[in-house]
T-cell receptor, first 113, second 110 residues
Framework: NAGVTQTPKFQVLKTGQSMTLQCAQD?????MYWYRQDPGMGLRLIYY???????DKGEVPNGYNVSRLNKREFSLRLESAAPSQTSVYFCASSEMGTYNEQFFGPGTRLTVL | QKEVEQNSGPLSVPEGAIASLNCTYSDRGSQSFFWYRQYSGKSPELIMF????GDKEDGRFTAQLNKASQYVSLLIRDSQPSDSATYLCAVNNYGQNFVFGPGTRLSVLP
């Protein structure tokens, strides 16, 4: 049981380049999430997918797009990277509902020059 | 905007002491509350959750919830150097979204 996996672990981009962060979970969870974490700001929700086929914006969606490819996979795309998107990105998954914890992947450390 | 607030710290306690971490939240409709521990360079991992007013104990950890005061805390008894980490408070409102606080950095001194 791998839990939540993310690729890549590290990435350096130049301003204007694009890339896709991949996330997969093997816990059969319905809900998946993308967060970014910046120093002193905790985790901020970018996008989430309550179930396969649905996606919704979180607190900081600008500059990002997502795809819920199937129940297991949820990808995050940066179309034109900016230095302000330098951050650590975490994917998480959970069962639907108020009382279920989120399980986190190992994170992707992204630097945009 | 729903908010979750924590003292950023660092909170320093000697080994063997009780560490007290606090969290306040703004949305009175919040229903479930989670404490995550995050070591430097790692992802958050769940320590405890609490849904009802009062105390919940799990080993050296006790979570306390007071919905009237919109306050949740985490006590760590017999603190160890391995407890040194950032502790994130998370609040779940209406089923779908978690709102995380900025985290409190705890340092346990040998």
């Amino acid at each position: 049981n791998a839990g939540v996996t993310q690729t890549p672990k590290f990435q350096v981009l130049k301003t204007g380049q694009s890339m896709t962060l991949q996330c997969a979970q093997d816990m059969n969870h319905n809900s998946m999430y993308w967060y970014r974490q910046d120093p002193g700001m905790g985790l901020r929700l970018i996008y989430y997918s309550a179930s396969e086929g649905t996606t919704d914006k979180g607190e900081v969606p600008n500059g990002y797009n997502v795809s819920r490819l199937n129940k297991r996979e949820f990808s995050l795309r940066l179309e034109s990277a900016a230095p302000s998107q330098t951050s650590v990105y975490f994917c998480a998954s959970s069962e639907m509902g108020t009382y279920n914890e989120q399980f986190f992947g190992p994170g992707t450390r992204l630097t945009v020059l | 905007q729903k908010e979750v607030e924590q003292n950023s710290g660092p909170l320093s306690v000697p080994e063997g002491a009780i560490a007290s971490l606090n969290c306040t939240y703004s949305d009175r409709g919040s229903q479930s509350f989670f404490w995550y521990r995050q070591y430097s360079g790692k992802s958050p991992e769940l320590i405890m959750f609490i849904y009802s007013n009062g105390d919940k104990e799990d080993g050296r950890f006790t979570a306390q919830l007071n919905k009237a005061s919109q306050y949740v805390s985490l006590l760590i008894r017999d603190s160890q150097p391995s407890d040194s980490a950032t502790y994130l408070c998370a609040v779940n409102n209406y089923g779908q979204n978690f709102v995380f606080g900025p985290g409190t950095r705890l340092s346990v001194l040998p």
